[in-house]
């Protein structure tokens, strides 16, 4: 099979490699990629939006599978418009419809979906221009601390917990009034603050059965302890130590099954991963966001420990097999630490040279995110710009072996959290 991946980021470097092992990968193509991408297959300078330009280089190149890495293209319709056109609709897009995406393109029409499905989230209530007014009046008597969330995509920042109406209601009219978040912030959803453990669980669907991969949790914040800005991801672990057969049963009977019978029941056309952002509030499973794709770097700790053939698995799916699939776990813990350039997530310089970065092997595995290659010297080129994973028989094992690996990898401006997992060792 001849498969093109989509996105430039740890993520796609961690499926590159995945896929890449599958017997049935006869070629992939990465577009656009990165420099650790193009380890394991073409990259190609095509943007992962540009669907007329994906067209003329699916139908030159003869490609049986696309597999969008990021959301970006996946609300954008790539899905809908490969089955639109007779020229590509041969070809399986492992992910959403337009309208399954929008269970992470709009914060208001997933809330929407929970309540239609009696799916447990946070109480909410949703606001525009239109009745701002009323939004402001809804603050002002809101118990703190308050969640704001802008409604469509915003590159994993519009998501803001605020513990003074004050600054909430500052923050609310930025959002609507200036903008803040461009378009997605239009609408913004006010959220009830949930108090717990958060997770992240995934699972591969062709809309009617699923099969549950590997759990795993990320830490978002850029400082040490959770402190700080919002990042896309400093960190990463799976298994979740506290994700066991109890809870896990709770998540598929409240949560998954609800959500996968709902997508059925409306229509909606889904054949992809759904991330499920959850919260564990005393033992029960609440879902914070779904997303429609995998979770980065939580791809980085899932795709090491998942030991099925990924290929295989969506092959099952595009067929309608994948009910009689299995999925098998690595029984090692895997931990993954971001290596980031100094400033991120705001300003930071590109272009600074790495060294140090160890070959792959059994035990370790460092993904690159925001890189490049020039005469053969490894480049900065992102705020994230390495992962690195470790897989060890215990996690604080397989934390320490990352750790280590994060000191002697070497670039200007280095930063990276020490205390990923902390709560488990």
């Known amino acids: 099979m001849k498969i093109l991946?989509?996105?430039?980021?740890?993520?796609?470097?961690?499926?590159?490699?995945?896929?890449s092992q599958s017997p049935l990968c006869g070629q992939l193509f990465?577009?656009?990629?990165?420099?650790?991408?193009?380890?394991?297959?073409?990259?190609?300078?095509?943007?992962?939006?540009?669907?007329?330009?994906?067209?003329?280089?699916?139908?030159?190149?003869g490609v049986d599978m696309v597999v969008p890495g990021s959301e970006e293209p996946l609300v954008n319709g790539i899905y809908d418009y490969f089955r639109e056109d007779a020229a590509l609709q041969h070809i399986p897009v492992m992910g959403p419809s337009r309208l399954?995406?929008?269970?992470?393109?709009?914060?208001?029409?997933?809330?929407?979906?929970?309540?239609?499905?009696?799916?447990?989230?946070?109480a909410y209530r949703e606001f525009s221009e239109a009745n701002y007014e009323e939004g402001v009046a809804y603050l002002q008597q809101h118990t703190l601390p308050v969640v704001l969330k802008a409604d469509g995509?915003?590159?994993?920042?519009?998501?803001?917990?605020?513990?003074?109406?004050?600054?909430?209601?500052?923050?609310?009219?930025?959002?609507?009034?200036?903008?803040?978040?461009?378009?997605?912030?239009?609408?913004?959803?006010?959220?009830?603050?949930?108090t717990g453990i958060e997770l992240s669980v995934f699972v591969l669907t062709d809309g009617h059965s699923y099969q549950l991969l590997p759990t795993a949790k990320d830490y978002k914040r850029i400082g040490e302890a959770d402190t700080g800005l919002n990042t896309g991801g400093m960190g990463a672990i799976s298994p979740v130590p506290f994700a066991d057969g109890d809870f896990m049963q709770k998540v598929?009977?409240?949560?998954i099954q609800p959500t996968v019978a709902g997508l059925a029941a409306e229509g909606i056309t889904y054949h992809g991963f759904i991330f499920f952002g959850l919260i564990n509030v005393g033992g029960n499973p609440y879902v914070i966001e779904y997303n429609c794709r995998m979770g980065d770097p939580e791809t980085e700790v899932v795709m090491p420990r998942l030991q099925n053939d990924l290929v295989a698995l969506f092959r099952s799916l595009s067929a309608g097999t994948l009910a009689q699939e299995s999925i098998t776990e690595d029984p090692r813990a895997a931990a993954t630490v971001m290596l980031v350039s100094a400033g991120y997530p705001e300003a930071y310089e590109k272009g600074k040279a790495i060294t140090g970065v160890p070959p792959q092997s059994a035990g370790q595995l460092v993904f690159q995110a925001g890189t490049r290659e020039s005469k053969g010297q490894l480049l900065t080129n992102g705020g994230r710009v390495l992962t690195?994973?470790?897989?060890?028989?215990?996690?604080?094992?397989?934390?320490?072996?990352?750790?280590?690996?994060?000191?002697?990898?070497?670039?200007?401006?280095?930063?990276?959290?020490?205390?990923i997992g902390y709560e488990f060792v």
């Open 153 to 194: 995509l915003a590159a994993g920042k519009g998501v803001v917990i605020l513990d003074s109406h004050e600054e909430a209601i500052a923050e609310f009219t930025q959002m609507i009034k200036a903008a803040k978040f461009g378009e997605a912030s239009r609408k913004v959803v006010i959220e009830q603050f949930l």
């Open 388 to 419: 690195i994973t470790s897989l060890a028989a215990s996690l604080p094992e397989a934390l320490a072996h990352s750790r280590q690996t994060a000191e002697a990898i070497r670039f200007e401006g280095k930063y990276y959290r020490r205390d």
């Open 100 to 122: 399954g995406a929008q269970l992470e393109g709009s914060k208001a029409f997933a809330k929407q979906f929970m309540q239609r499905h009696g799916i447990p989230t946070a």
């Open 30 to 61: 990465i577009a656009p990629g990165n420099a650790g991408t193009a380890q394991y297959g073409q990259n190609v300078n095509i943007a992962v939006s540009d669907l007329p330009q994906l067209k003329a280089f699916c139908v030159e190149q």
């Open 252 to 255: 598929e009977a409240q949560v």
């Open 5 to 19: 991946l989509l996105g430039s980021g740890g993520r796609e470097h961690a499926l590159a490699w995945k896929i």
